[in-house]
C-alpha cells in the first residue's frame, strides 16, 4: 500500500472490472486487483473447540461443514478467480453472487439466493483504499472474503480462540453479525480522524485563508462521500437483514442485528454532520478570502486617499503664476514662514482624514 | 460544569465510549463518563402511599416490585457499571439494552426486548451539555439512567410524594409517560432561549457586522444542530412508542402518548423557524458587510476622483511654457486675479462634482 | 389591537403558556391571553327553528343539546379558564383536548376521542395576529374556542339565523365543515394582500434598491413562513378529517370536507408561488445592488482614468529641464502655440478615451 | 386577446371568484370571466351516426342521452351561471362540482361523485392565457366547459364527423381520454416555445448580459413555473384516473389512460430540464456580469497603472532643486539630451509594465 | 453521424414527432428520423441449433415462432412505419405500444399488454446521440426495435452464435435480460469518459479558470443529465420487470433480473458522484476567477499605492516657494546633497512599502 491512496483510489475505485457484454455469471480476476497470493483461513469451531488454520486452495473441494458448529472459511485476495469458483462449487453458490464477489466495487448489498445469503460491505480504513468485504451466510456455513490482507476482524478471531463472549456457542448467524459489526465498528475512528481533519480546517480556514485550504477541504468532502457511499447503502442492507425471514437467521440473532443497524444510523448521523460542516467551510473560506481582500484593499484605498489632497496642495503651489505680476498670484509663496505652514497644513489634513477613517471605523 | 460547554461537549458527544471489536453487551464505564459516585433513588407508589428512599448498590439484588404499585428507580451517574449490571441481572434487561445504557451517546430511539422497552432520549440543557436518558419499562417497573445529577424530573416527584393528578393511581406506563413529557417539555425553554440569541444576533448582523459575529452565528447554529438531532429522532421515538402495540402500554395511555408526539412536533416546528432564521444570518452578514464595505469604497473613491481634475488643474498651471515667449504660453500665469480665479474655478469643479454625486445619490 | 403587530405576535406565538413540568390537564390561562372577559354565545338550531342567545358562564352546567337539531356554543376568550373547564365536565371532553385550547399556540391537528373530535385550526387576519380555534365535535353538538373577538363566521351566522342553505337542515358535522371552510377562506384574501406586497416590493428592488427594502422583503417572507406554518398543517388536518371513519362525520358530508380540503391544496399552491417569488428577491435586491454599485464605481473609475493621461501630460510639461542648456530640452515650451497645442492634445486625448469607453460599452 | 397576457394574466389567475364565506354551491360568474356569450355545442354520436349542432340554453332540460351512443356537450364561456345550473339539473351533477367549474382558477384534479367524475384540467395556450377545462364523465354522457372559444380539440370533432379511428365505436370514456389526450398533447408546443426562448436566452446572456435580460429570464421561469402549476397535478389527476375503479371507465380504456399518463410523465420531464436550465441562466447572468465588470476594471485599472510611474518621473524632473547650487541637483535638468532621455526612459518603463501584464494574462 | 452531436441532439431529443391531435396508436415515421433504409434480422435459436439471416420486410406476415426455441427480431431504423406495423399486426402487439416504438423519445418503462410487455430503454454512445431501444417480449419471441445501426448487443449475438452460456438453453425472458443487461452496462464506459472529462476539468479550472471553461462545465453537465434522464426511468423500469409478475418471466430469470437491476442503481452512484462533481466544478471556477481576479487587482493597487506618496514627495519639491525670500522655504532645494537625499529618501519609502506589504502577506 505505499502509492499515494487519495489519486489512485478515487479512480480505481469508480471502475467496474467486466467490459460491457461479459458473460453474466464470468469469473475472472479484477484488472486491478492486487496480484499477492490469495491465502485461506479456516476457522471451525463449536461449543467445545475451535480448529484454526491455513488452506490451501486444492483443500477447497474437500472441505466438510462440522456437524453441530459453524465453518468459517476467510478468503485474502481476489487474484486467483479459481479459489472463488471452487468455494461455489464446493457450497453451491450462486454464478452471479460469485461474480459480484470479483467484480468490485459493488455496492453494499444483501442478496437472497434459495439457499444462502450474500452480504456485500465495504471496508473503510482512512487513508488506504477502501476494501469490499463479502460474507456468504449458509448453513453452518460463512466464507468472507477480502480485497486486501488486513481486517477489523481480529477481536473475532481472539474471542473464537480463547471462547470468549458466547460467539462459539452461537450459530452462523451471529458469527455473521459479529463481522457486519465489527466491518460498521471499524467506521467510527475514520470518522473521528475525518472529523478531526474537518475541525482543524475549521480553525486554518479563518487564521490563514489560501488556495490550498480549498483543496484540501475538497479532500476531506470527497472522503466523507466515500464513506457516504460505503455506510449509506449498508444501513439499509443491515435493515434488509433484519427484515429478512430466512431460515438462515433465528429470532434471537436479529435483536443483534438491530443493534450493528442502530451503529449504521449512529455512523449516518456523525457523518452528515461532518458533511454539513465540511459544506459550510466553503462559505466559510470565500467569506474569509473576502474580508481579507477587503482589508487589504481598504488599507490600500486609504493610504492613496490620504496622499492625493496632500498631493493637491503641493500642485498648487507648484504653479506658475507669476507674484511679481500681481500681489493676489500665490503671494504665500514668498512668505516667510510659507513652507513650514504648508507642510503643516498637509499634515494637520492627513491627520484629519486619518481621524475621520477611524471614526467611521474604516481603519 | 464549570468547564467551558461548547468546546469540550462537542468532542465529547461525537465519542463512542467502545473500541472497535469490543465484545457485544461489554459493560464497561464511558471513558469520559463523569467520576462522580452512582446515586440511586427509589420510588414504590400505588395509590395509597409513596415510599422514597437512598438505595445503597447492595440492595438492588434484592429488590422486589410492589403487588399492586409501581417501582421507580432513577439512578444518576454511570461511573459504575457494576450497577447497571446488577439492575439487568435483577430485572432480566437484555445485555445489548444495558450496553446502550453505558455507551453513550446513542440516538434517542424505543427498543423493543421480550419483555421490555428502552426508551432513550437526550436532555437538552443549555449553556451546559446534553445528557442521555434512558429509560427501562417493565411489568409495573420503571428504570432510568442518567448521566448526571439534575433533571427535569422535580415535578413528577412532587406529584408522586403529594399523590396530585392521576400519577400515583396510574401504573408504570403513565410514570413512563410523564418522564417522557418531562424531557420534552425541557427543549421548550432551551429553544427560546436560543430563540432569543437568534433575534438578537438579527439586530447586531445589522447594526454592527464584525467577524466575530460570524462566529457566534455558526456557534448558535451547532447548538441547534444539536437540539435537533436530539428532538428529530425523539420524535419518530415518540410515534414508534404510540403505535407499539406492547402488553405494557395500556390503550388509555396512548392518547396521553400522543400528546407527548404533538410537543415533539411542536417542538420542531419552532427548531426549523429558528434554523431557517439562523441560515438567514449568515446571508444578511454577507450582504451587511458588502453593503459596509462597498460604502466605504464609494465614500473613498469619491474623495480620490473629486481631486483627480483638481490636481489636474494645478498639474496645467505647474507647466513651465514660456510665457514670456509668446502671448498665447499661459497669459493667464501673469493676470491679476490668475492665481485667485484658478482658485475659484477649483472649487467649482469640487462642488460641481459634490452635487452631480448627491444628485445620483451615491454620496 | 392597537400594538404593533409584527415584533410582538412573533415573540408571542412561540412560547407555550406552561412551564415544564406542569401537571397534564391543568387548565390555566395562557400568561398572555386577552384578558377580556369570555363571552359565550348559544346557537340551537334545527330545520324549523334557529335560537340565539348570549350564555352566562353559570349557564354550561345546565345546557342540553337539542333532540333533533344542533347545539353550537361559540366561546370568544381564553381568560377564564373556568369556563373551559365547566364546557369539558358538562360534555365530557377529555383534559388533554381542554388543556390544547388553553396552551396557545398548538399546530393545527384533528385528535380523536372515545366520542368527540377537536380540531384545531389557525386563523390568519393579517396585519393582525393569527388566533388559535379550537372546535369540538360532538354528536349533535360544535363548541368553538376563539382566542379574541372577531372571526370570519359572520356569513355562517346568517345562514343560520335566516335558514340559508341547507346549514340549518344538516348535522354537527355539516356546520363543523362550514367552520373549517369559513377559516381556510380566510387565508385568501390575507394571501391576495401579501402577493400585491410581493408584487410591489418586487418593482421597487428594481428601481429602488435600499437596505431598509432587504427588510421589508424579510417581514413579508416571514409572514409568509406564519401563514405555512397555520395552512400546512390545516392542509393535513383537513386530509384526515377526511380519512378519519368516526360515526360523527357522515358520508354525505365528506364532499364537503374534499372540498374543504381542495381549497388548503390552492392555498399551499399561491403561498408556494408566494414563497418562491419573495425567496428570488433577494436575489434580484443582491443583483440590483450589485449592479448599481458596479455602475457607480465605473463611472468613478472612468473619470479617474480620464484624467490621468491629462495629468502626465501636464505633469511632462511641469519638468524643469532647462531648454536653453540644449535645442533638445522641451523646446516646446517656447513655442509660440505650444500651450494651446497642448490644451487640444489633452482634449482630443480625453475625446478619444471617451470614445473608446463608449464603443466598449462601458460608459 | 388584444390584452398584454403577462401582466394581467397573473393577477387573475391567483384570485378565486368567490368572497370567503359564500354558501358552498352557490353559482355565480366569476368576476373577471370573459364577458362574451355562452356557446353550446352538442355532439351525439354511435358507430353509425353523429349528429353534431348548436344548442340554445333552453334546449337543455329536455336533452335526453342516446340509447347506444355517446352525447358530448362541449360549452364554450363561464359568463352564464344558468347554463352550467341547468346543465347541472337535467344530468344530476353535484352542486360542489358545478360550483368548481365556475369558480375559476381550480387545480387540475379528478373528484368523484356518486355517478358521475368531474376532470378538471388547465388548457395552457402561450402567449394567451391558460384556461380551465372543467369534464364531467357520465354514464354515456361528456360535458365540457371551457373558459373561452378556442381549444385543442378540433382534431377530435373531425375524427367523430369522419369517424375516424375507433372514437365513435368506443364510449364515453374514450372520448374523455381523447379529451384528456390532447389537453395534455397541447402542453408540447408551448413547451418547445419555452424552450426556444431558453436556449435563445442562453446565447444572450453570454454575448450580451444586460439587466433586461434578467427580466426576460424571470418571465420565463414564471411561465415555467405557471406550466408547471397546470401539469404537475394534471399529473396526478391522470394517476388517479388510471386507478379510478369507476364503472364509468371500462378496462380497456385504461391502457389509453395509462399513455395520456405517460404523456404528462414526459412533460414533467421536458420542464424540468427548462427549469433546471432557467435556474442556471440567472448563475450564469450574474457570473457574465461579473466577469465583464471584472474585464472593465481590470482594464482602466491598467490604464492607471501604467501612468502612475509615468507621471512620477515627471513629477521628480518637476522638482525645484537649484541645480546651479550643487552638482548633484539633477544635472540631467542641463544634458544636452536630457529631455529625449526621459522621454525614452518612460516609453520603456511603459513597454515593459504592459509586456508584464501581458505575460500575466491580466490584459 | 459526421454532423455535431450536442447542440442537434439536445433539439431533436426533446421533440416528439406526433403534432397534438395525432390519432392515438398512428403509425408514421418521426419526422426526424435517420433515412436509411430498415435492416432486419432474425435469429431463430433452441439449446441445439441457432438460425441467424437478413429478413426482407415482407417476410414478417408469414414469420413463425420456434417450437421449443426463441425468436428474435432485431429491427434497424425507424423511417418505415410498414414494418412496425407488420410486425404489430403479426404478433398481436397493441396499437399504442407500436405508437411508443415509433414516437421517439419515450421516456425508458416498462408496460404491460395482456400478452406482451414493452420495455422502452435508451441506449447512451457518448459523444453519439442516445438512441431508443424498444423491445418486445411475448410468448417464445423478443422483438427490439433500435434507431439506427450499431448497438452494444454484439457479444450477445456471438455467444448465440457459438452457444456460449446458457443464453441458447434458456428462454425468451433470458434473452430480455441479456439484452437490457447489455444496454444498462454499455453506461458504464460512456460514464466513466464524463468521469474523466469532469477530473481532467477540475485541474483545468483551477491552473487556467477562461469564461470557455464554464461552457465546458455547462456541456459535461448537460451530458450527466441526459445519461440521467436514461438511466433514472431505467431504474425504475428495471425494478418494475423485477417485480412484474408475468407468466413470461419465469423465476428464475428474477435473480439475473435483480442483477441488471443492481447495475443500474451502481450507474445512478457512480453518476451523482459526478454530477456533484461537476456542480462543485462551477463554484470552483467562480472562486478560482475571482481569486485571479484579486490577485490582479491586489498587485495593480500596490504599484499604484507605492507611487503615490513618491509622487508626493516629487510634488512637494516642485512647489515654488521662494527659496530666497525667507531661509525657512524649501532650503534643501539648494542644499549640495539634496537631489541624492529626495532620491535615497523616496527609495526608502518604496523600500519599507514593499517590506510591510510583504510581512502583511499581501504581496
Given at each position: 500500500m505505499g502509492r499515494r491512496p487519495m489519486g489512485r483510489k478515487r479512480k480505481k475505485r469508480i471502475k467496474r472490472s467486466h467490459p460491457p457484454g461479459?458473460?453474466?455469471?464470468t469469473l475472472v480476476a479484477h484488472a486491478?486487483?492486487?496480484?499477492a497470493p490469495v491465502q485461506i483461513f479456516l476457522f471451525s469451531y463449536d461449543t467445545q473447540r475451535c480448529e484454526e488454520r491455513v488452506l490451501r486452495p486444492e483443500e477447497i473441494a474437500t472441505l466438510s461443514v462440522p456437524e453441530n458448529g459453524v465453518l468459517w472459511l476467510d478468503i485474502w485476495g481476489l487474484s486467483d478467480p479459481g479459489v472463488v469458483k471452487s468455494v461455489g462449487d464446493r457450497f453451491g453458490f450462486h454464478p452471479l453472487a460469485l461474480e459480484d464477489v470479483l467484480n468490485i466495487?459493488?455496492?453494499p448489498k444483501v442478496d437472497r439466493y434459495e439457499n444462502h445469503l450474500l452480504i456485500v460491505l465495504r471496508e473503510v480504513r482512512y487513508p488506504e483504499e477502501t476494501e469490499q468485504v463479502s460474507l456468504f451466510l449458509s448453513d453452518r456455513l460463512v466464507v468472507t472474503f477480502q480485497e486486501r490482507a488486513g481486517d477489523p476482524f481480529d477481536s473475532i478471531r481472539d474471542r473464537l480462540r480463547k471462547g470468549l463472549g458466547k460467539l462459539r456457542s452461537e450459530g452462523a448467524d451471529y458469527l455473521t453479525y459479529a463481522l457486519c459489526d465489527a466491518v460498521v465498528d471499524s467506521y467510527f475512528p475514520v470518522l473521528e480522524k475525518l472529523g478531526e481533519e474537518v475541525e482543524s480546517l475549521e480553525e486554518t480556514v479563518i487564521s490563514n485563508p489560501t488556495p490550498p485550504i480549498l483543496r484540501e477541504i475538497r479532500g476531506v468532502k470527497r472522503q466523507l462521500l466515500e464513506v457516504r457511499r460505503a455506510v449509506w447503502p449498508a444501513r439499509d442492507a443491515m435493515s434488509e437483514l433484519l427484515r429478512e425471514d430466512s431460515f438462515l437467521i433465528r429470532p434471537g440473532t436479529r435483536v443483534f442485528l438491530r443493534d450493528c443497524y442502530d451503529h449504521t444510523i449512529q455512523v449516518m448521523d456523525m457523518l452528515e454532520t461532518y458533511r454539513e460542516m465540511a459544506a459550510s467551510l466553503v462559505d466559510e473560506y470565500l467569506s474569509a478570502v473576502s474580508n481579507r481582500m477587503n482589508e487589504t484593499m481598504k488599507v490600500l484605498t486609504m493610504i492613496a486617499v490620504i496622499f492625493i489632497p496632500l498631493s493637491f496642495i503641493a500642485g498648487i503651489y507648484g504653479m506658475?503664476?507669476?507674484h511679481q505680476a500681481s500681489p493676489?498670484?500665490?503671494?504665500e509663496l514668498s512668505w516667510r514662514y510659507g513652507y513650514p505652514l504648508v507642510l503643516i497644513v498637509m499634515a494637520a489634513t492627513a491627520g484629519v482624514l486619518i481621524y475621520y477613517f477611524r471614526r467611521k471605523k474604516w481603519l
Open positions: 461479459t458473460l453474466p455469471g486491478e486487483a492486487d496480484a466495487p459493488q455496492r506658475n503664476f507669476d493676489f498670484n500665490m503671494p
